[in-house]
Every structure is written in structure tokens, then in C-alpha cells.
């Protein structure tokens, strides 16, 4: 697939840098990412179920979400939105209420590209490289791939 | 008094910054220094800048503005989002300084009863670059932390002085 994601995990730096591009414009990237209603359709893999319980996508505002998957688990996710500039820039906290006050930093930057496609960039910032190796571990680089596919389908709609 | 002098650590190679503080005061008070803003503007940063809160909003989901303005009148801004605050505990904020836009860097504070009205202030401040965390530990952020800490001593000297029969009278002086 030619917009695959490209994650990259500096080695004995708190940090997971990814790239992935898409065959939309950064607007319609971007509003995926900071509309509850569409963000709850596509984020994290497949067979699981969000729920959103507040998001709240300015800076300042606060957000949680629920995913459940089909062995009825419950996943909780919560942050605050540091820095939102629209279509350009998200940068929020984000915490696994899984794994309490391991908190990271997450920057989003939503770049147009010609042609109407786009590119988006992650930079996520952990407190410890233990935590970083904890979150790759637990497969979030298929988690992140599957959600990216998914919001794929979602824009061709 | 006993030595609380600040201890700051910038690992090599790692973009953090490290420290811890401790202080002859409960955890209650220095907790309450760092969440209410008529107490912060009092002891945070160097002496000799003014301390502007736009708002300040110390609790999960909260968030703050301020300016600190020199003697030179050189205001700088500085902005963050309270990620979580638990009472007497711990915090964790993210920390924006306006004359380095995006340059964020998330900062993880325990406050921890010692016993006999001690206590002890960790911090954990993470750095979205290598380059951010070597530029933040040279722009004199140690000798700032210190004269705020001082401060915050004094400050929590004051308070101790009006309000319990235990304190110090000559430590009650707030400065002016």
C-alpha cells in the first residue's frame, strides 16, 4: 500500500515519530481528528467500539473516550488539548487510564500535499523509555496502522 | 533551618530534567502554594519579575496564562494545560514558553509528606527534543528554580507565622 504508515522509534529516546500520508486534503484529516462524531468511526483497530464520553477539540478543552472490544473489555483513553490550530496542528496529552499517570505528549501536524492528498506527522513524547517500550509492546503500531485504514474508508465515503 | 536546596539533574543524552526540593513545611501547604494563584504569583520564578495570571485553573482538565515581567519590562508569557491534579499529591501540566511556540514540554510534580511537617517536591520534565531540553537547562532555569523555591520558603514562613503559635517570629518576615 503506498500510504502505509512509517513508524519510527529512536533508539534510547523517549520518543515515537510516524508519518503516514492520504489521498485527501489535510481539512478533511484534520476534521476526522477534532470532530467527535467522526473520530469515534475510525480510531484504533478494528473490532473494537468507542464511545465517546467529552471531546472537546480547542485548546484548553479536555477529551475521554471508552473502547470496548468483542471480549467486552473496557479501554479508557483521556487528555487535554494543549495546542489546536485548525487543518496545521493538534498537540494534546494523552493517557491509557490502563496504565495511570504514564501520560504522553502527542503533536499532530497536518500538511497539504499536491494533488489533494496530504501528510500527517506524530511525534509522541513518553516520560521514561520504559513506557515507550510498555505502548509498543502492546501493539500499538497495528492498532495505530488498523485506525489510519479505517479512517481511509471513512473519507472515500 | 535544615539544607533544602535545590537538587536539579539533566541526565546526558536524555531529554528530561530531573529534581527534587524539600521543605519544612506539610505537604498540605506546599501543595496549596503551587494551586491557589494568590499564592503563586507570590513565589514563582526569579526575584525581581512580576507575575501576571491571565488564568490559572489548577485542576485536572484546568489551564493557565501568565506573564512574567522583568525590571527591564520585558514580559514573558507562558502557557500549559493541567492534565491531572490529585490534592497533596501530585500534578502533571504541560509547560509552553510564548518565545518558543510548539516547543512543549510536559512536567510530572509529587508532592510527598515526609513527616514532621516535611515534605518533599519531585519533578519530572520531559522534552519534546533533545535540543529543547539543552536549551531549557541553559537558559538559567536552575538559578530561577532556586530563588523561587526561596520564595516559596519564605512565603510559607509568613503564613506559618500569622495563622500557628509554632512560628518562627523573626521567619515570619515576608520579604517585601
Given amino acids: ?157 | 533551618m535544615m539544607s533544602n536546596s535545590l537538587k536539579l539533574t539533566v541526565p546526558e543524552g536524555q531529554p528530561f530534567i530531573d529534581y527534587q526540593r524539600e521543605f519544612d513545611f506539610p505537604v498540605a501547604d506546599v501543595f496549596r502554594a503551587h494551586k491557589e494563584p494568590d499564592l503563586i504569583v507570590q513565589w514563582l520564578g526569579p526575584r525581581g519579575l512580576k507575575m501576571d495570571i491571565d488564568h490559572y485553573d489548577f485542576r485536572t482538565g484546568g489551564s493557565y496564562s501568565y506573564l512574567h515581567t522583568g525590571p527591564d519590562g520585558v514580559a514573558y508569557e507562558f502557557s500549559g494545560v493541567f492534565h491531572t491534579v490529585r490534592d497533596n499529591e501530585f500534578a502533571i501540566q504541560t509547560f509552553e514558553f510564548g518565545g518558543y511556540p510548539d516547543v512543549v514540554s510536559l512536567e510530572f510534580l509529587t508532592f510527598e509528606d515526609l513527616g514532621g511537617g516535611r515534605c518533599r517536591l519531585t519533578g519530572h520534565s520531559v522534552y519534546p527534543s533533545q535540543e529543547a531540553r539543552d536549551g531549557m537547562a541553559q537558559s538559567g532555569m536552575e538559578g530561577g528554580m532556586t530563588e523561587g523555591y526561596e520564595r516559596l520558603d519564605e512565603l510559607l514562613s509568613g503564613a506559618a507565622a500569622g495563622t500557628s503559635a509554632t512560628g518562627q517570629p523573626e521567619a515570619g518576615k515576608v520579604r517585601a
Avoid at chain 1, 88 to 98: R, S, W
Avoid at chain 1, 115 to 126: E, F, M, Q
Fill in chain 1, 1 to 157: 500500500m503506498s500510504n502505509a504508515l512509517k513508524l519510527m522509534a529512536p533508539e534510547n529516546m523517549p520518543y515515537v515519530d510516524s508519518v503516514r500520508e492520504f489521498d485527501y486534503p489535510a481539512a478533511a484529516v484534520f476534521r476526522a481528528h477534532s470532530d467527535p462524531g467522526l473520530f469515534q468511526q475510525w480510531i484504533g483497530p478494528r473490532q473494537l467500539t468507542t464511545r465517546i464520553d467529552t471531546f472537546d477539540c480547542r485548546p484548553g478543552g479536555t477529551y475521554r473516550f471508552v473502547q470496548e472490544g468483542r471480549d467486552g473489555r473496557h479501554h479508557a483513553f483521556r487528555g487535554v488539548f494543549h495546542t489546536v490550530r485548525e487543518n496545521e496542528f493538534v498537540l494534546q496529552t494523552f493517557e491509557y487510564e490502563g496504565y495511570p499517570d504514564v501520560v504522553t505528549l502527542e503533536f499532530a501536524t497536518f500538511q497539504d500535499l499536491p494533488d489533494g492528498r496530504s501528510r500527517l506527522t506524530g511525534r509522541s513524547v513518553y516520560p521514561s523509555i520504559e513506557a515507550r517500550a510498555k505502548f509498543l509492546a502492546d501493539g500499538m503500531e497495528s492498532g495505530i496502522a488498523a485506525g489510519y485504514e479505517q479512517l481511509d474508508e471513512l473519507l472515500a465515503t
